[in-house]
């Protein structure tokens, strides 16, 4: 008899679906389209010769190749969690390499987040709109959403105090630059968010991973060093009420897939056990890497990337300003790689991706992916970090004709 292996499968798998607008983005090999659909860091910004360099040293030495190309432990390469907490440190979280986890990409991070807090039906709150790879990410493990609206500030305090009454298992943001919508949650609303944390008692999940691609202004301290603020001077990990998910993707390179874990040393300890689990560790060789390289040139390659991806969010935004009707509203990202965009209600997305590709040769995302509730079905996801100036300028006067004015 033949397996049936749609019957056969798990429940958990009602929850994962393959998206439909990968479909449509299937034609972006196309070198006619300008997309701004790739949600990815330019490869031309990778740091290669350090990187050429770094695998060089590694398997130069008899000792270090044998040790670089061997199992390794699951917490993650010493020196580089040791760099973590270095940095980390500065907003006075008394991190120690207990706190810290290697992980394949921050993506499995989130992964285990979900695999730790979330038993099938629990209630979990996020962003409305939030990153669609953490929905992908806790998908297996069967949540049900309550979406918090935000405006140019970040999340809205009243509408995550209603949240935070219904008890959900946590609270998933992106506080920097968020993907997709590009918006930096200000100081004062990241101490409102801490303020409910503790009075309601609900985990903070802190995605930090456009957190080094600001452009414009000084940087706010992170959610997880305010915990650690308010929970005054003490020895030890202070923050009692985030995880903190961090990579080196959008820094370094993602095909090396290292990114990491910081929380309470109970929670990494157990998330030690799902990395054993899943993959045992990270690979060795590129922590090595990764830890050489970083050591080597972290400001000078933050400041670089910001230099480079600066001049792409300028571009996107002039020619909105440029090109765009009145009756689209979009953000103004002090850093990441996006821009969000709101057509008029009346304009579905996806029949606008459509459109674009068809006949003007553009791409971008629909927003609707990016809603845990399926809203938002007049808006865009816009990455500026694949194009050039001048093909931005052209890809959004292009999109532009296809608006109502
Ligand atoms: C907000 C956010 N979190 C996490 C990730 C996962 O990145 P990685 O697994 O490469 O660290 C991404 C990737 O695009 C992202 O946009």
Not at 174 to 180: L, R, S
């Given at each position: 008899m033949a397996v049936d292996w749609t019957e056969r499968q798990?429940?958990?798998?009602?929850?994962m679906k393959a998206s439909e607008i990968r479909e449509l983005l299937?034609?972006?090999?196309?070198?006619e389209i300008i997309s701004f659909a790739g949600g990815i860091p330019d490869p031309?910004?990778?740091p290669h010769a350090e990187i050429a360099a770094a695998y060089q040293r590694v398997m130069a030495s008899a000792q270090h190749r044998s040790m670089a190309l061997q199992y390794s432990v699951s917490e993650g390469w010493l020196p580089l969690r040791e760099f973590i907490c270095e940095q980390q440190n500065?907003?006075?979280?008394?991190?120690?390499?207990?706190?810290v986890v290697i992980t394949s990409g921050s993506q499995q991070g989130l992964e285990f987040i979900g695999k730790l807090l979330i038993g099938a039906g629990d209630l979990v709150a996020v962003t409305r709109p939030t990153y669609l790879g953490a929905l992908q990410a806790f998908a297996p493990y069967e949540p049900r959403y309550v979406s918090v609206p935000v405006d140019d500030e970040g999340v809205l305090p009243g509408a995550l105090e209603d949240a935070f009454r219904q008890n959900p298992k946590f609270f998933y943001l992106?506080?920097?630059?968020?993907?997709?919508?590009?918006i930096t949650t200000s100081l004062a609303r990241r101490r409102a968010v801490l303020a409910l944390a503790e009075r309601y008692g609900v985990p903070i999940i802190e995605?930090?991973?456009?957190?080094?691609?600001?452009?414009?202004?000084e940087p706010l301290p992170s959610l997880m060093a305010l915990d650690a603020e308010r929970a005054g001077?003490?020895?030890?990990?202070?923050?009692?009420?985030v995880i903190y998910a961090g990579t080196f993707s959008k820094t370094v390179?993602?095909?090396?897939r290292v990114g990491w874990l910081t929380g309470p040393a109970e929670v990494i300890h157990k998330v030690v056990l799902m990395k054993q689990a899943a993959?045992?560790?990270?690979?060795t060789i590129n922590q090595i890497v990764i830890n050489d390289v970083v050591r080597a040139i972290w400001p000078e390659l933050t400041a670089r990337l910001r230099a480079a991806y600066r001049i792409r969010r300028d571009a996107m935004l002039a020619a909105l300003n440029a090109w765009f009707p009145p009756g689209v509203r979009w953000t103004e990202p002090a850093g990441g790689l996006f821009v969000w965009l709101e057509l008029?209600?009346?304009?579905c997305a996806t029949k606008l991706l459509e459109r674009a590709i068809g006949e003007v040769n553009v791409a971008f995302v629909p927003g609707?992916?990016?809603h845990a509730d399926r809203s938002g079905a007049n808006t865009c996801r816009l990455a500026f970090?694949?194009?050039?100036a001048e093909a931005i300028d052209e890809g959004v006067r292009r999109l532009s004709t296809l608006l109502p004015r």
């Open positions: 798990a429940s958990r798998l009602a929850g299937k034609v972006l090999e196309r070198p031309a910004l990778f500065q907003g006075g979280l008394g991190a120690t390499p207990e706190n992106v506080p920097d630059f968020q993907n997709p919508n590009g995605d930090a991973a456009y957190t080094e691609l600001r452009y414009d202004g001077p003490g020895a030890g990990f202070r923050p009692r009420h390179a993602p095909a090396l993959d045992l560790h990270s690979s008029p209600q009346d304009i609707s992916a990016f970090s694949m194009v050039g």
